[in-house]
């Protein structure tokens, strides 16, 4: 089980589904989040992003 996003607590429980993520609910505070870090997410797409470029870049070089 994750730990909230909000108040750190580890009193969440499972609540549903959103976009094919699981959802959980804080029972301490009583915040919705989802399974995963969007800025993580973020990260990993701009890394991606960045792979593409510098491939790219590599190929009309040589
Ligand atoms: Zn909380």
Do not use: W
Request: positive net charge; aromatic residues 8%.
């Amino acid at each position: 089980m994750p730990v909230c996003k909000n108040c750190k607590s580890e009193l969440v429980v499972k609540n549903g589904f959103v976009r094919g993520k699981q959802r959980f609910l804080c029972k301490a505070c009583g915040l919705n989040f989802a399974e995963g870090d969007a800025r993580t997410n973020e990260k990993t797409a701009a890394k991606k992003a960045m792979c593409v470029i510098l491939y790219s870049l590599g190929k009309s070089i040589f």
